[in-house]
């Protein structure tokens, strides 16, 4: 069955560095638009960034635009996403998602997005 793994999650200082990593198997990855998004508690799943499918497309929710920077790996069917100047208001769990339908024109809406992994906790203290 088709699984997307985060990873890269954890605790650090305001104005520091993460780089969440995302490894998907059992899809042809190729085909697969990605995208981040990030939920916290008692609040709806929002928009943090995607990419097509060849990595020639990037969007991203003004709110981290200039801090953080995805990218793909299709040799490796990986998705990153580089955080700097990480802020408190960035604390949140980050989901990695995929979408068929967005492959060439990323989607920022959760459901155009098929498949989900289970998320890894990014907390910012101030």
């Known amino acids: 069955q088709v699984q997307l793994v985060e990873s890269g999650g954890g605790l650090v200082q305001a104005g520091g560095f993460l780089r969440l990593s995302c490894a998907v198997s059992?899809?042809?990855?190729?085909?697969?638009?990605m995208a981040w998004f990030r939920q916290t508690p008692g609040k709806e799943r929002e928009f943090v960034a995607a990419?097509?499918?060849?990595?020639?497309?990037?969007d991203y929710v003004d709110a981290v635009k200039g801090r953080f920077a995805i990218s793909r790996n299709n040799a490796e069917s990986t998705v990153n996403l580089q955080m700097g100047n990480l802020r408190p208001e960035d604390t949140a769990v980050y989901y990695c998602?995929?979408?068929?339908?967005?492959?060439?024109?990323?989607?920022?809406?959760?459901?155009?997005?098929?498949?989900w992994g289970q998320g890894t906790t990014v907390t910012v203290s101030s």
């Open positions: 059992k899809l042809p990855f190729t085909n697969y638009a």
């Open positions: 998602a995929a979408s068929w339908r967005g492959r060439v024109n990323p989607a920022r809406t959760i459901n155009d997005y098929d498949y």
């Open positions: 990419i097509s499918w060849n990595g020639g497309v990037t």
